[in-house]
């Protein structure tokens, strides 16, 4: 099992669709976690962190889930411009050393 | 303006060649990252440092090398003995290791390398 997994997708949703994204993580040591999202041949960019049960900002909420070991991300009111990839990160613990999921594709479209 | 630089943004490689990468920031972080991302997939660690003249191998150290004489600097080297260069390279900075709430990592706009 990866230590960090993502559904892939894509994720086809029209503009003003409510979509969301899971991310399970095989270390419940972990401590932090955080949302980047990552444009076609871009670096990744922070989108939320997440250190305790959750965050919101704006648009987007992030939930952590320790028993299930898993943080989502729930995209509101959805804009063409969230098309992007979004990867998930997890500090396993000790030295800063984020683990990365695959990312998930998000397409928003007309 | 603060922020991570990364150069070259392109760079082509002949194969046996070693190559270089710069990754600068005034972000006053202490710790840096080098990642390597390949199409379609996750970022996976190379290199990282906490703290100046210190540094740590990731998950896929083999072929490559780093240096970290200056808090601000981190270059990368990929060396002949890397069998498959040829990725998305990113490098990245946190102010604080291991900390939760400081150890956010923020990412340069990293380069692509090429091996011909």
């Known amino acids: 099992r990866k230590e960090v997994e993502q559904d892939p997708g894509p994720f086809n949703v029209p503009e003003g669709a409510t979509v969301a994204f899971n991310c399970t993580y095989s270390n419940s040591a972990s401590q932090s976690f955080f949302w980047y999202r990552q444009d076609c041949r871009k670096e990744p960019k922070l989108l939320m962190s997440v250190y305790s049960s959750g965050n919101e900002d704006g648009r987007f909420t992030a939930q952590l889930n320790r028993a299930s070991q898993y943080i989502s991300l729930l995209i509101r009111d959805s804009k063409l411009s969230d098309s992007a990839t979004y990867l998930c990160?997890?500090?396993?613990?000790?030295?800063?050393?984020?683990?990365f999921g695959a990312g998930t594709r998000l397409a928003v479209h007309p | 303006d603060g922020g991570i630089t990364q150069s070259p943004k392109y760079l082509f490689r002949k194969e046996g060649q070693n190559v270089t990468l710069s990754c600068e920031q005034n972000l006053n972080h202490d710790a840096m990252y080098w990642y390597r991302q390949d199409p379609g997939q996750g970022l996976r660690l190379i290199y990282y440092?906490?703290?100046?003249?210190?540094?740590q191998k990731g998950d896929i150290a083999e072929g490559y090398s780093v240096s970290r004489e200056k808090k601000e600097s981190f270059p990368l080297t990929v060396t002949s003995a890397q069998k498959n260069p040829t990725a998305f390279y990113l490098c990245a900075s946190s102010r604080e290791a291991g900390m939760p709430s400081t150890d956010t990592q923020y990412f340069g706009p990293g380069t692509r390398l090429t091996v011909l």
């Open positions: 440092s906490q703290i100046v003249n210190d540094f």
């Open positions: 990160a997890v500090n396993p613990g000790g030295y800063n050393k984020l683990i």
